[in-house]
């Protein structure tokens, strides 16, 4: 049982370009969503779906979008790469018992760098 | 807006030597409250939810309890492979699964 798998692990762009990180879980989870972590800040959420088909916004979502068409994956485009934009970025699923959610698994992690 | 802070920043222990991670929490309608841990490189693992004041978890040497304004994280006798950075973070009511967090307690035990 993977869990959430990110890919790729580590990415150097250069600012303007564009690129696709990807997120794959493979617990059937309805939740999943994408944060990015940058030094004395915390994990801020950028965006999330709560299904296939359906996504929204988070605190920080300016220059990225997101797209989600089956439950497995949940990739997360960068439009054109800004400097602004180097930071640690996870990916998360989670799911609903009842009234309550579930805890969130995270992936281990892009790490990418803009210059 | 939800707001989550965490403290201290930094924490340096010996081992054996207990203490407690404070998160002191704002949010109109808590639903859970989550703990994990971190450590570098990695991504965050989950240790705890609380979802009402009074609440308890245990997990060998770490405790979690929770009221109405603030949780704690009680490390009881660490040892140093406790070392990593603690994160809390909060969920509101009707928001789906989307998470508020601190940035954190970085906690090294030392021998």
């Known amino acids: 049982n993977a869990g959430v798998t990110q890919t790729p692990k580590f990415q150097v762009l250069k600012t303007g370009q564009s690129m696709t990180l990807q997120c794959a879980q493979d617990?059937?989870?309805?939740?999943m969503s994408w944060y990015r972590q940058d030094p004395g800040m915390g994990l801020r959420l950028i965006h999330y779906s709560v299904g296939a088909g359906i996504t929204d916004q988070g605190e920080v979502p300016n220059g990225y979008n997101v797209s989600r068409s089956t439950t497995e994956d949940f990739p997360l485009r960068l439009l054109s790469a800004a400097p602004s934009q180097t930071s640690v970025y996870f990916c998360a699923s989670s799911y609903q018992q009842g009234k309550r959610f579930g805890e969130a698994f995270f992936g281990q992690g892009t790490r990418l760098t803009v210059v | 807006e939800d707001q989550v802070t965490q403290s201290p920043e930094a924490l340096r222990l010996q081992e054996g030597e207990s203490s407690s991670l404070n998160c002191s929490y704002t949010?109109?309608?808590?639903?859970?409250l989550f703990w994990y841990r971190q450590d570098p490189g990695k991504g965050p693992e989950f240790l705890f939810t609380l979802y009402s004041a009074g609440e308890e978890k245990e997990k060998e040497r770490l405790k979690a309890t929770l009221t109405k304004k603030e949780s704690f994280l009680h490390i009881t006798a660490p040892k140093p492979e406790d070392s990593a950075t603690y994160l809390c973070?909060?969920?509101?009511?009707?928001?789906?699964?989307?998470?508020?967090f601190g940035t954190g307690t970085r906690l090294q035990v030392t021998l």
């Open positions: 949010v109109s309608g808590l639903r859970g």
């Open positions: 617990m059937n989870h309805e939740y």
């Open positions: 973070a909060v969920q509101r009511a009707g928001t789906a699964s989307k998470l508020t």
